[in-house]
């Protein structure tokens, strides 16, 4: 487990809710939307956090929680308790999820890889554990193509990134570096908040990558 990636997180696990509550309610309809994607087999659902999302999950899943961060779970711990359908929680690194190959239908992730220190080693960990034509739902925001956008993203990155997330990450580009089939791709604001919807082809029957 990257230990400096965990203590960054559980100092910031303290003032997470009061930081995101806003975006929370902003995004809130695009996000029932986005989760209301999730199907009836086994969801992995990357980077819980404190649960904020878990209030626009569908009731009745079956959803397995992880996070890096021991701090952020415990405080997320009163909303899966609440949740109306059958939710674990366990501490992972996405770098090295402990989870059969092939063992998963759907993972979700909600503004997860703008942080993640090895993008595209995370996303083929999760191309790993999904079955054979599993989805990947991705709520996230990126770098932009777009200028002033992309040079106001590259400056504020280098002082983002040691708080948490980067401004300017190419995540659709690292999604397929991933080895991931992209299905659809979906602007909410402008070109940097996107809804991003991919599948591990068929002929990854199994790997370790």
Not at 33 to 60: E, H, N, R, S
Not at 110 to 124: H, I, K, N
Not at 141 to 155: A, D, E, I, K, Q
Request: with cysteine; aromatic share 10%.
């Amino acid at each position: 487990m990257d230990e400096q990636n965990r203590d960054k997180w559980n100092r910031a696990a303290g003032g997470y809710d009061l930081f995101s509550a806003g975006p929370e309610r902003r995004w809130a309809d695009y996000k029932c939307d986005f989760f209301g994607q999730m199907g009836d087999g086994a969801i992995l659902f990357l980077a819980v956090g404190t649960g904020l999302d878990i209030q626009f999950f569908p009731a009745g899943k079956k959803i397995l929680g992880v996070d890096i961060s021991d701090k952020m779970l415990e405080q997320a711990r009163p909303r899966v308790d609440a949740y109306s359908g059958e939710m674990t929680l366990r501490q992972m690194d996405v770098h090295d999820l402990d989870l059969p190959d092939a063992s998963i239908d759907q993972v979700f992730t909600s503004c997860t890889f703008c942080s993640v220190p090895d993008p595209v080693r995370g996303l083929e960990q999760l191309r790993r554990v999904l079955k054979p034509g599993g989805e990947l739902h991705m709520f996230e925001h990126t770098g932009s193509r777009w200028h002033p956008f992309r040079l106001m993203m590259n400056v504020m990155t280098p002082i983002t990134r040691k708080l948490g997330p980067e401004m300017n990450r190419d995540t659709v580009g690292n999604v397929q570096k991933a080895g991931f089939r992209l299905r659809r791709l979906r602007h909410l604001y402008l070109d940097v908040l996107k809804v991003i919807q991919a599948e591990k082809p068929g002929d990854f029957l199994s790997d370790s990558s």
